[in-house]
């Protein structure tokens, strides 16, 4: 079956420094990959779609200078958060589609589990 | 505004009982549905999905109904199990939005032994 790895599972870091997160596809082409946010007790929100060789579309309210998105092969997407403070803390799990046509699924990854002090 | 609810936060339903798990949408536009199972800190696991053409998909132990003027769909399991006790998604998709999904807030199942 189609796996999604996330890289690192859990960081903490101190506020105002940078964190890159990294989502591969392990078997398969992803010219798609979505980054969602998981505040605890709540539902995934979708935070950007991240489009292999060009820019990231990004949702209303998540700031695009704050979330850089660099999708930069067909298997691997990063995240990276930077000028990090406490209220980014949060889970962060990125999904792939696979390549082709008619391919509805995503499949996610195992989540980034991330703590600003 | 909420495209996508899942109305009941938690149910409990006793181990061989089955389990109906509810959601409902509002853009007439969705044409393809999924559910998810999640365990805390980890990422959504796909269980089964459905497209708009079609009312029922079964797989398992697991079978979707969807009910398109009602615009609802359910998620019944039977034989419920322990091990199904986690926090299970819907989520919706619509072909002419790159397929993009949109999540429902979550229904935790906890199943009794």
């Known amino acids: 079956g189609a796996v999604v790895s996330q890289h690192p599972s859990w960081v903490i870091c101190k506020s105002g420094t940078s964190v890159k997160i990294e989502c591969r596809s392990l078997?398969?082409?992803?010219?798609?990959m979505f980054w969602y946010r998981q505040f605890p007790k709540q539902s995934l929100m979708l935070m950007a779609t991240s489009n292999e060789g060009s820019k990231a579309t990004y949702e209303q309210g998540v700031e695009k200078d704050k979330f850089l998105i660099n999708h930069a092969s067909l298997t691997l997407s990063t995240l990276t958060v930077t000028s990090a403070h406490p209220e980014d803390s949060s889970f962060y799990i990125c999904?792939?589609?696979?390549?082709?046509?008619?391919?509805?699924?995503?499949?996610f990854g195992p989540g980034t589990r991330l703590t600003v002090l | 505004d909420q495209q996508v609810k899942q109305n009941s936060p938690s149910l409990s339903v006793q181990e061989g009982r089955i389990s109906i798990l509810n959601c409902d949408y509002t853009?007439?536009?969705?044409?393809?549905f999924l559910w998810y199972k999640k365990y805390p800190a980890e990422g959504p696991t796909f269980l089964i999905s459905i497209s708009s053409i079609k009312d029922k998909n079964e797989d398992g132990r697991f079978t979707v109904f969807l009910n398109k003027s009602a615009k609802h769909l359910s998620l019944h399991i039977v034989p419920s199990q322990p091990g199904d006790s986690a926090v299970y998604f819907c989520?919706?998709?619509?072909?002419?939005?790159?397929?993009?999904?949109?999540f429902g807030g979550g229904t935790r199942l906890m199943v009794k032994p």
């Open positions: 999904s792939a589609k696979e390549s082709g046509l008619g391919s509805n699924e995503q499949f």
């Open positions: 078997d398969f082409q992803a010219t798609t």
């Open positions: 853009n007439s536009m969705f044409d393809y």
């Open positions: 989520a919706a998709s619509a072909t002419n939005a790159g397929n993009m999904l949109t």
